[in-house]
């Protein structure tokens, strides 16, 4: 799990290919984990939930348990 000694947690509005910062910061915390995910590492999310994953294996689980 990465930490982020100092950083702050953004607020983000997820959309089909992008998002938009909502509230500055550097990372956001993984839907299902809780794992910090730094923004430039952030690849995974749900428009539907407005949740960030860590990985695509999170994603696909998150998906799969939403059917």
């Given at each position: 799990?990465?930490?982020?000694?100092?950083?702050?947690?953004?607020?983000?509005?997820?959309?089909?290919?992008?998002?938009?910062?909502?509230?500055?910061?550097?990372?956001?915390?993984?839907?299902?984990?809780?794992?910090?995910?730094?923004?430039?590492?952030?690849?995974?999310w749900?428009?539907?939930?407005?949740?960030?994953?860590?990985?695509?294996?999170?994603?696909?689980?998150?998906?799969?348990?939403?059917?």
């Amino acid at each position: 799990m990465l930490t982020m000694s100092g950083g702050r947690t953004a607020k983000l509005h997820y959309m089909a290919n992008n998002y938009r910062m909502i509230a500055p910061g550097d990372h956001v915390l993984c839907g299902v984990t809780g794992e910090a995910i730094h923004l430039d590492d952030l690849r995974y999310w749900s428009v539907e939930k407005q949740e960030a994953y860590a990985s695509a294996e999170i994603a696909v689980r998150a998906a799969e348990a939403a059917r």
